[in-house]
């Protein structure tokens, strides 16, 4: 029997049914495609006890994260994003900041420049790595609440711990909060960002939805997971982030702000609070991978070329849904270095450098990571000069001339 991580409770409600694929960072070097690949249902379920919705945890973080794909400075849009951010913190000479799953750097960075004194926490080796070149310091560890208790007496309490795309990341969502509660001073921030769920569902966003995110917040769900490991939700702010994200500011101890009750009321009214909300999803999941799949199987069967751009866990998701492979898209391009020469789990689609594109002047550039499409559409722009074109698969397949 499946039950809530967060409740225990074992009223779970189906949203939406992917299928099965494999983890979806795991890509293939060549010497692994003539085996066979491991798959995970992929159902969402939401709790209507906490509504909390939520993966069964199939996949450990250890699978995941020991050695990581996702390096986050390759983005300069969420790069500057994390400097804003910084910039916004009232920190001073003597402050500590701790972010946990602070992957290479790309925002403690920023706090160095200060002077200020940080540390991340980073599970993934690799990616650590990179931080720590950056003059970063970085202890490779999984946080958990005796992890949060060392740092705090090896470095006294955090001022501010940053918690962010990790939130979803994590299958002990209580044992997780209670080591940020651990970290934090008892008159210290807890500033956490994840997707938002209200704009998962009206968006159509599904292609989120893969393994490594065992849950999937609103704000009302983000209220009561902070709670069991003794933080308050003190107030709340859209980004536009991930196609959609909410930044939680939390504290040991506190009052909800306006703007907490303002998002709540919109989650509410959205049907989020009740099972009505989601009743609808599949069927709209299921217009998305229609539309695609017969936009790409005319565009072949005219004879047009159709690549890749980006190679992210959600394109990985869309794709294997889909059930797409290399007769419908030739190969996808990233600026990761890492998964040059690699292959798409599942898919396995071909992974070039993104010079590949304007040597090949395909038809059409397929972007896989749509939560950018401001940045990418700038990157791309020399594909006008032999006619090519962007095709948008989410919200809704949008083909820009």
């Known amino acids: 029997m499946i039950v809530c991580r967060l409740c225990g409770s074992g009223a779970m409600a189906g949203v939406v049914d992917l299928g099965a694929t494999p983890p979806c960072e795991l890509f293939l070097t060549a010497d692994r495609l003539d085996q066979p690949e491991q798959t995970f249902p992929l159902h969402l379920r939401v709790c209507t006890d ?38 916004g913190l009232t920190l001073w000479p003597d402050s500590f900041v701790v972010e946990v799953a602070s992957n290479d750097g790309y925002l403690l960075q920023h706090v160095v420049e200060r002077g200020v004194r940080c540390l991340g926490i980073e599970p993934s080796a690799n990616v650590g790595a990179a931080a720590v070149e950056k003059g970063v310091p970085t202890l490779t560890e999984f946080l958990s609440p005796e992890v949060g208790r060392r740092v705090r007496e090896e470095h006294g309490p955090a001022d501010v711990v940053v918690a962010n795309n990790v939130y979803a990341h994590i ?47 609103t704000v009302a769900s983000a209220q009561r997971a902070l709670a069991s490991g003794g933080l308050t939700l003190v107030d709340v702010e859209l980004l536009p982030t991930h196609g959609g994200s909410i930044r939680l500011w939390a504290k040991p101890s506190g009052e909800p702000s306006e703007r907490v009750a303002d998002v709540l ?63 419908l898209l030739a190969y996808t391009v990233d600026r990761n270095p890492y998964k040059h020469g690699r292959f798409t789990p599942g898919s396995r689609i071909p992974i070039l450098p993104p010079e590949a594109i304007e040597t090949d002047r395909p038809d059409y550039v397929l972007v896989l990571p749509w939560n950018l499409r401001d940045e990418l559409v700038e990157q ?22």
């Open 380 to 401: 791309l722009s020399f594909v006008r000069e032999w006619g090519g074109r962007l095709v948008f698969p989410i919200p809704r397949l949008e083909v820009v001339e």
């Open 171 to 217: 299958p002990d969502v209580v044992g997780f909060t209670q080591g940020l509660r651990a970290l934090v001073a008892d008159d210290g921030l807890v500033a956490i960002e994840v997707q938002h769920l209200l704009t998962l569902m009206e968006l159509n966003q599904y292609d989120t939805i893969y393994h490594e995110h065992f849950q999937y917040y």
């Open 265 to 327: 009321a919109r989650e509410k009214a959205a049907g989020l609070h009740e099972i009505s909300g989601y009743a609808n999803f599949a069927a709209r999941v299921a217009k998305v991978r229609r539309d695609l799949l017969r936009f790409l199987i005319d565009a072949a069967d005219a004879g047009k070329t159709v690549v890749g751009y980006g190679a992210p866990g959600k394109g990985n998701t869309l794709l294997n849904h889909c059930g797409i492979r290399p007769d």
């Open 50 to 87: 906490c509504w909390l919705a939520q993966l069964p945890p199939l996949i450990t973080p250890e699978d995941t994260f020991t050695e990581y794909a996702y390096f986050s400075s390759y983005s300069s849009s969420w790069v500057e994003h994390a400097r804003r951010f910084v910039d």
